[in-house]
T-cell receptor, first 113, second 109 residues
Framework: DTEVTQTPKHLVMGMTNKKSLKCEQHMGHRAMYWYKQKAKKPPELMFVYSYEKLSINESVPSRFSPECPNSSLLNLHLHALQPEDSALYLC????????????FGQGTRLTVV | TQLLEQSPQFLSIQEGENLTVYCNSSSVFSSLQWYRQEPGEGPVLLVTVVTGGEVKKLKRLTFQFGDARKDSSLHITAAQPGDTGLYLCAGTGANNLFFGTGTRLTVIP
C-alpha cells in the first residue's frame, strides 16, 4: 500500500467556521508533512512531523493547527481562515532520514468564503 | 530556506520534440527528487538521485544529478501529450523536502 489518503477532497468553509483536514498512510512512514499550494505555484511547506512530534513549523499562522495523533494519521485543524487561505492542501509522508522520498495524497481543495 | 530554481518556468513544445528542464541551487542536497503533478492532484514521484554525477533513465526521461549535488536536469526525448504537467524538483535535507519553482510543460499534439 503506497497510498496517502486525504479527506475531504473538497471543502468550502466560512471565515467563522472550524473544520479539519485529515491524512492517513499505512506505509510505516514516521515523517508526515503538510504543504499549501496556490494555483500555478509549487507546494510550500507548512509543517513537518517526525516520530509524531512537530519538528518544523514554517512560520504558519496560528489559525492553522496541526495534530499527529499517531504514526498513521495527520490532521490540520482550521479556524477563522481568510479567503487568501484558499488553496490545495497536500499531505505527504516519508521515511525519516535516508533519501526521504515523499508520497503525496491527492490533496484537499479548500475554498474560504 | 534552501532555494531551488527551475528553468524554464514554462515550456510549450510540439509532440516529438526533445526538451531539458534544469534545477539549480547554491545548496548541497543529500538527494534530489523529481515529481510530476497534474491539475488538482498531488505530485507523483518520478525518480530519486543520490550520488553526484548519477544518471537515471525512466523510459524517455533521463535524470542527472550534478557532480556537486547542487543541481539536476531532466531530459525528455520525443515528448508526448501525456508528458504535459508541472515538473517539480525537490531537495532533501534535515528531514525536510524543499520544492523547486516548477516547470509547466505543455506538449501539443
Amino acid at each position: 500500500d503506497t497510498e496517502v489518503t486525504q479527506t475531504p477532497k473538497h471543502l468550502v468553509m466560512g471565515m467563522t467556521n472550524k473544520k479539519s483536514l485529515k491524512c492517513e498512510q499505512h506505509m510505516g512512514h514516521r515523517a508526515m508533512y503538510w504543504y499549501k499550494q496556490k494555483a500555478k505555484k509549487p507546494p510550500e511547506l507548512m509543517f513537518v512531523y517526525s516520530y509524531e512530534k512537530l519538528s518544523i513549523n514554517e512560520s504558519v499562522p496560528s489559525r492553522f493547527s496541526p495534530e499527529c495523533p499517531n504514526s498513521s494519521l495527520l490532521n490540520l485543524h482550521l479556524h477563522a481562515l481568510q479567503p487568501e487561505d484558499s488553496a490545495l492542501y497536500l499531505c505527504a509522508s516519508s521515511q525519516v532520514g535516508g533519501t526521504e522520498e515523499a508520497f503525496f495524497g491527492q490533496g484537499t481543495r479548500l475554498t474560504v468564503v | 530556506t534552501q532555494l531551488l530554481e527551475q528553468s524554464p518556468q514554462f515550456l510549450s513544445i510540439q509532440e516529438g520534440e526533445n526538451l531539458t528542464v534544469y534545477c539549480n541551487s547554491s545548496s548541497v542536497f543529500s538527494s534530489l527528487q523529481w515529481y510530476r503533478q497534474e491539475p488538482g492532484e498531488g505530485p507523483v514521484l518520478l525518480v530519486t538521485v543520490v550520488t553526484g554525477g548519477e544518471v537515471k533513465k525512466l523510459k524517455r526521461l533521463t535524470f542527472q544529478f550534478g557532480d556537486a549535488r547542487k543541481d539536476s536536469s531532466l531530459h525528455i526525448t520525443a515528448a508526448q501529450p501525456g508528458d504535459t504537467g508541472l515538473y517539480l524538483c525537490a531537495g532533501t535535507g534535515a528531514n525536510n523536502l524543499f520544492f523547486g519553482t516548477g516547470t509547466r510543460l505543455t506538449v501539443i499534439p
